[in-house]
């Protein structure tokens, strides 16, 4: 009886197992590295885009608050780590119909302006600010608001009259008959290169030497920040003042996210 013929059976071998074992070792290097480049390019791709987004909204509200800014109230800093624009925001204006303008000295204020609010008394007011130390100092183009006001009765709330709590005299007279309600607070935009910030201040007082950084209340503004530099044109007869700014965003300082803006001041005295 003739012995069944056995089949023979085949199987892998080591070398072509090694070969196989480095082949898909091979294949997935080259798709993880694929993916993380496409995960990498993606993640730097929206890290990019949210911080051209704050430094957007941060250099647009600034571009705003200067452009309301009362006329030669704008200074700037520049120390090595803290550099500070700050400026008196202006909240009404108006043309005044009667003021005390040196040598006479009166309490009575005549004002011309539409909507007047009750809280307006109280606030910095000022007519015709030539510079610094009319906003900030005390040369006499800037007070206090204290007192009473009245409506004239001219039958449109056009005009009141404000009898102030002291005798005042101003040192000049707008050539326009302006005048400017301030903020109750100055505003400071600061750059802070330590942590590579910019925050907002407010609520603190006027002074006459700008502080770094200012008393009170910060809000951040933008993170990731790498440069900023504030330039202070005056006014000049054929134009207005104008204010460049230079800033300069990322997390490294090659970035090349850069807003340079030229902001002019359209507020006059």
Known sequence: MPYP?????RGFTLIELTLVIVLLSVLALGVSSYIGLGATMYSDATE???VLNQSRFVAERLQRELRNAAP???RSSDAALLR???????????????????PAADSELQLAMLNWQGSYLNLPFTIYPRELADIYGATGSTILLSGSETDDGDGNNATR???LSSSHSFPLDSPER????????PVS??????????????????NAAQQLPPAGAAVLMASDVQQVRFAINDAVLTRNSVVNMLLQFGQSPASDMFFNYEVHIPNVP
């Not at 013929?5 to 059976?9: A, K, R, S, V």
């Not at 500070?84 to 040196?102: D, H, N, Q, R, T």
């Not at 302006?178 to 607070?185: D, G, I, N, P, V």
């Open 189 to 206: 935009y600061c750059f802070n290169g330590v942590d590579g910030s910019i925050r907002r201040y407010s609520n603190y007082s006027y």
């Open 72 to 74: 030669n109230s704008i």
């Open 48 to 50: 990019r885009e949210q």
């Open 84 to 102: 500070c624009i700050e400026f008196a925001p202006i909240v009404a204006s108006g043309v005044y119909l009667k003021a005390p303008v040196a």
């Open 178 to 185: 302006r005048f400017y309600l301030l903020a109750a607070s």
């Open 5 to 9: 013929q056995l089949h023979q059976q």
């Open 161 to 163: 009259t404000v009898q």
